[in-house]
Every structure is written in structure tokens, then in C-alpha cells.
């Protein structure tokens, strides 16, 4: 079972930041947050993870709180196409273990 | 960069057959995980190898299998397929002998069946 609650859906009008919250209270010391996000039926696309620092990258910044119990996904200029539903995943990802997606947020970013 | 592929992309069967999906990983990857999506629905867990081992398993039917070969290929086998099998199915690779690594998906095999 997936181990994280994230909201149904969410709106943000375009050009603005989207700030996408995770609860993961049962996270385990090894085990790492993800993010995807899935577009149109595509594959699942990778955007970010991180252990307990906060990340960024080209995409993506990843705030992990101090306790690791939850974490925000911020999409700093939200444009139409990142309309997706957005999935965060807690798992050490490690020789095929535990890689469970939960019912993930559903973005849709307004023009 | 190479992906993760996935081959066919599409497949069109009849119920009670047989259908074979494979799963080309990311050079070097050594793990994989198969999920399936249906209409509307969130990627379920199918089941997982690491180094042509079953690692984990999901909510995978007993009428289908699946297998790592030693190429680091795998294939997932279906038989006596039902209307409800009908599903996106895609398969995912990483590297699990790096303890911070990441999954990358294919485009997944959209499979019908009528």
C-alpha cells in the first residue's frame, strides 16, 4: 500500500508557483521521496526526489520538513503543460523493493 | 539519452488468449517493475526483479508471469485474458546497486482485449 496522502486535485493559474503537499508520516530512515507526475496516459515522468535535504533542479524544487513526515513539490512558473497528475512515492528504491504510486494530486494549471 | 522501451506499443487480443509484453531497460539497470494502469486508474504494482530475481510482488494475477532474462530484459506473459484486462501496462528500470537512483518508465503497451 502506498504510504503517502496527497490532496484529489488542485488549481494554479499560470505563471504562478504550485506548491503540491505530501504527508508521509511513516517514511522509514532509508527510504527517499519522489515525485512524478503523469501526463495524457503517459509514462510515469521522473521530476525529483530527495533523502531530507531540500532539492532542485531544472524542473522542480523539493522541500523535505526537518521531522520527514511531509514534503512540498513547488513548480516555481506553472505553465498548461504541466497539467498532470502529480504522484509522490516514499521508497528506498532499492533492489525492486517497495515502488508504490498512491492516488496522487491532479494539477491543472488555469491560462 | 536511451530510454526505457517498451515493445508493442499496442496489442489487440481476443479474451482467453495469450498476450507477451517486453520491457527493454536503461542500459546497466539492474531492477524492474511492471504496473498497471486502467481507464481512470492509478498505476498499480504488478511485480519487480532485480539481477533476473523476483524482488517484489503486487497485485498480479496468478494468470500472469513474468521474468528478468539474463540481458536484463524482461517480459510479462498474460494468459487466458479476460475483457478486464484491458490496461496501459508499463515498466519501469533503475539501478539498484546505487543507493540514491531514481525509476525511469517506458511509454507502456496500451493492451485491449474484446
Known amino acids: 500500500d502506498a504510504k503517502t496522502t496527497q490532496p484529489p486535485s488542485m488549481d494554479c493559474a499560470e505563471g504562478r508557483a504550485a506548491n503540491l503537499p505530501c504527508n508521509h508520516s511513516?517514511?522509514?530512515?532509508?527510504?527517499?521521496v519522489y515525485w512524478y507526475r503523469q501526463i495524457h496516459s503517459q509514462g510515469p515522468q521522473y521530476i525529483i526526489h530527495?533523502?531530507?535535504n531540500n532539492e532542485t533542479n531544472e524542473m522542480a524544487s523539493l522541500i523535505i520538513t526537518e521531522d520527514r513526515k511531509s514534503s512540498t513539490l513547488i513548480l516555481p512558473h506553472a505553465t498548461l503543460r504541466d497539467t498532470a497528475v502529480y504522484y509522490c512515492i516514499v521508497s528506498a528504491l532499492n533492489y525492486g523493493q517497495n515502488f508504490v504510486f498512491g492516488p496522487g494530486t491532479r494539477l491543472s494549471v488555469l491560462p | 539519452a536511451a530510454g526505457v522501451i517498451q515493445s508493442p506499443r499496442h496489442l489487440i487480443k481476443e479474451k482467453r488468449e495469450t498476450a507477451t509484453l517486453k520491457c527493454y531497460p536503461i542500459p546497466r539497470h539492474d531492477t524492474v517493475y511492471w504496473y498497471q494502469q486502467g481507464p481512470g486508474q492509478d498505476p498499480q504494482f504488478l511485480i519487480s526483479?532485480?539481477?533476473?530475481?523476483?524482488?517484489d510482488k503486487g497485485s498480479i494475477p496468478d494468470r500472469f508471469s513474468a521474468q528478468q532474462f539474463s540481458d536484463y530484459h524482461s517480459e510479462l506473459n498474460m494468459s487466458s485474458l479476460e475483457l478486464g484486462d484491458s490496461a496501459l501496462y508499463f515498466c519501469a528500470s533503475s539501478l539498484s546497486s546505487e543507493s540514491n537512483t531514481e525509476a525511469f518508465f517506458g511509454q507502456g503497451t496500451r493492451l485491449t482485449v474484446v
Open positions: 511513516t517514511i522509514s530512515g532509508n527510504e527517499y
Open positions: 530527495g533523502l531530507k
Open positions: 526483479f532485480y539481477e533476473k530475481m523476483q524482488s
